[in-house]
């Protein structure tokens, strides 16, 4: 994994020191709250319900064991013992206070860590495919490209007051991990005709009100052209773009308004002018970049004999197997989903015995790696496949062998009215409720893939819009009233889901989702899964079992 | 009036010599003035004659293109930042020196805080005037504390990549 070189270690040690004097200042009172809110959020210090909750960069989702450890630390030092992944595959803590944040920014400092842009109208962490370097699918590694945007954007002097935040995400693989349709930028990697790497870049997509996929803006991009290009997307959106309203002020507004064929225009003028210039990726740079991406040394004679048979014998580990193993590029290995998603459990809270506890087996099995998906899960990327035995009984001892990846308990839950400020209901205790009742019948039914996500809000943290399921928390005359989307999907097949019908209470909720998998199980083909299954009967056959056939005059 | 003057990569805080000259106010005839673009536009055919140092505001939705002929004409245009949030002339600053080649004085006005203005001189700004009750003397030290930088920009740093490759000539990308 990157390692930090003497000028990025100075670089997040000096800005440690720069927050270490904005909170001075602001506790001395010489910043008001006001002038302060920007500056902290930068640095991603939150305001929540209860306390200060600081969210930690993790680029591109990628961990060392060794900071794993800090971040327990941290946890046990300075919050309740647990800290909390999110789906920008970062983590968060909630319950710092203002006093302590400047110590945990150095102790983060120390094992090459910070919380630079993990908040705020600027450029947030660059995400990526949490399989990225050892999926078999893939054209090319996109991580050392997330370290060149990490770099880029990091203290960006022209964009680091911009009208809204802003979120690129990078995949290397025709099969889309990074959910790159809904971000502000998604980058697709691509061979040019002679070999040569490039990008296919995609603009104006995001979720929040007002949910839009992306839309292609260049088909291939040269690799060393990347900043150039993305800096010049970035400059006509910090003119351009709305600042009279926070709801139509993401980039997403400003391309359908202008069109992406005018707002092309404005990009390739804009690019015209800057293509040349040192923003030009220089090969050598590249090279130092992608050395430090390279991969562990194999065993090229890894035995798969024993994992075949320990299937065979152990009908719990072929379960875990089944769900939540990836193909690794490297025979005899396998990418290992560690599942923070326990029954009845909350999404993606991790206490600090667990982060120690993994951080060894990462030593232990996998080369000292862990990664952070947007599902809010962990990846463990280099297991031999004759080990996997021992690291599932290892994992399951820890509770952290849930066999749901991508299944109906694998739920994608924001903190919500438990913490959260901008929040008007609760996400977390609906996930639990659910993920409770859910386990049942997909232990019945095996129900396949089927992703459900749960918002507190509109902001919409939890991407509910491009879950198969997605749930949506609203207050509605001063109860939670939660509105159900079906036809999501952040996949290759893109698609923003659809409203049902009127919400359900939070005494209705895990009923309602209950009556849609019933109906569901009804008319589903042999091993279907739901979103086949409701793109091919449409969403009456649910709308009927939810309010009855009289509703359809509705 | 003081504000922090940063020329010759040196910063002070200097008196202000210059007049923000209101809409409906006469133009000083002893001491440099700036105007409003409105009244700069009704008006710059006659200024053009005066041997006055002048300059132009910019209010944050306002752009440098309505003024590109007058750039020689102009000692110093200030851009207004209105609040925290509205970054759009750190574009108009950039703009100014690496495409236009502006070379008089390029001031940020408003609501500009300590921890704006090492950003803002990166981006071209060379004069700051902090917001009302903000200490000036103590916010010059805010350009000593990040020494590292990342991307090129409107200064002459060498950006983190330009100093790890110093030692050998260069090559570009395939």
Excluded at chain 1, 140 to 154: G, L
Excluded at chain 1, 254 to 272: M, Q, T
Aim: with cysteine.
């Amino acid at each position: 994994m990157y390692k930090y070189d003497h000028l990025d270690n100075t670089l997040v040690r000096e800005r440690a020191a720069q927050f270490r004097g904005q909170v001075a200042r602001r506790i001395s009172g010489e910043l008001s709250e006001d002038e302060f809110k920007p500056l902290r959020l930068r640095n991603g210090l939150y305001l929540q319900l209860h306390s200060y909750m600081l969210r930690v960069a993790i680029p591109y989702g990628l961990l060392s064991s060794s900071q794993m450890r800090a971040l327990a630390r941290i946890a046990r030092r300075y919050d309740r013992g647990y800290g909390h992944f999110t789906t920008r595959q970062n983590i968060q803590f909630n319950w710092v206070s203002l006093e302590n944040t400047a110590e945990i920014l150095d102790d983060l400092a120390a094992v090459e860590m910070h919380a630079i842009q993990t908040s705020g109208n600027c450029i947030r962490n660059t995400t990526t495919d949490q399989f990225a370097g050892v999926a078999a699918d893939e054209i090319e590694d996109p991580r050392p490209w997330a370290e060149i945007i990490r770099q880029w954007s990091t203290l960006h002097p022209e964009f680091s007051f911009l009208p809204r935040k802003f979120k690129i995400a990078i995949n290397g693989a025709p099969n889309d991990r990074a959910a790159i349709a809904v971000h502000d930028i998604g980058l697709s990697m691509l061979r040019g005709p002679n070999g040569e790497t490039g990008f296919t870049v995609w603009v104006g997509g995001g979720l929040g009100r007002t949910p839009m996929l992306a839309k292609p803006i260049r088909d291939f991009l040269p690799g060393a052209d990347l900043l150039s290009y993305l800096e010049a997307i970035l400059r006509v959106f910090n003119i351009e773009g709305r600042r009279d309203n926070l709801y139509k002020s993401r980039i997403k507004i400003l391309v359908s308004a202008l069109g992406i064929d005018r707002f092309r225009d404005l990009v390739e003028a804009e690019w015209a002018h800057i293509r040349d210039s040192a923003l030009r990726l220089e090969g050598r740079e590249i090279a130092r970049i992608r050395a430090r991406f390279a991969l562990p040394p194999y065993d090229a004679n890894v035995d798969s004999g024993p994992f075949a048979a320990k299937r065979f014998e152990d009908a719990a580990f072929a379960r875990w197997s089944a769900a939540n193993l990836f193909p690794h590029k490297q025979p005899g290995h396998a990418a290992v989903t560690v599942s923070l998603k326990p029954v009845g459990g909350i999404p993606g809270d991790m206490t600090a015995d667990r982060m120690d506890a993994l951080a060894d087996l990462a030593d232990e099995y996998s080369h000292g790696e862990i990664r952070v998906t947007h599902r809010q899960n962990l990846v463990l990327a280099h297991v031999r496949q004759d080990r996997l035995f021992d690291l599932w009984r290892a994992l399951d001892s820890l509770e952290l062998a849930t066999p749901n990846l991508m299944r109906v308990t694998d739920i994608i839950a924001c903190p919500g009215l438990d913490f959260c400020g901008l929040a008007t209901a609760r996400s977390i205790p609906v996930a639990q409720r659910l993920s409770a009742r859910l386990a049942e019948i997909d232990e019945r039914h095996d129900l396949g893939e089927l992703t459900i996500n749960i918002s507190g809000c509109i902001n919409s943290c939890a991407h509910h819009h491009v879950a198969h399921i997605g749930i949506l928390g609203l207050e509605k005359a001063g109860a939670e009233s939660y509105q159900v989307t079906l036809g999501g999907s952040s996949a290759k097949d893109a698609s923003i889901g659809k409203i049902i019908g009127r919400g359900f209470g939070a005494d209705e909720i895990v009923a309602a989702i209950e009556t849609i998998i019933v109906t569901w199980l009804e008319l589903r083909h042999d091993g279907e899964r739901f979103l086949d299954s409701l793109r091919r009967v449409g969403q009456t056959p649910f709308r009927d079992a939810l309010y009855g056939q009289d509703s359809r005059t509705e | 009036m003081t504000l922090i003057d940063y020329r010759n990569e040196n910063p002070m805080v200097t008196d202000d010599a210059w007049t923000h000259v209101a809409e409906d106010a006469a133009l000083p005839t002893d001491r440099p003035a700036t105007l409003s673009l409105q009244r700069w536009k009704a008006a710059r055919e006659e200024l053009y004659g005066r041997n006055l140092s002048l300059g132009v505001r910019l209010e944050s939705h306002e752009r440098v293109e309505e003024i590109l002929p007058d750039l020689p004409r102009l000692a110093l245009i200030a851009l207004d930042f209105p609040n925290l949030n509205d970054g759009r002339h750190f574009t108009t600053a950039r703009l100014l020196r690496e495409r236009y080649g502006f070379h008089g004085k390029i001031r940020a006005t408003g609501q500009v805080l300590r921890d704006q203005i090492d950003p803002m001189r990166r981006c071209g700004f060379n004069e700051f005037e902090l917001a009302e009750n903000k200490d000036t003397a103590s916010a010059i030290t805010a350009f000593d504390e990040i020494s590292v930088v990342y991307q090129p920009a409107a200064d002459a740093q060498p950006t983190a990549a330009q100093l790890r490759h110093r030692q050998s000539g260069p090559t570009m990308a395939g």
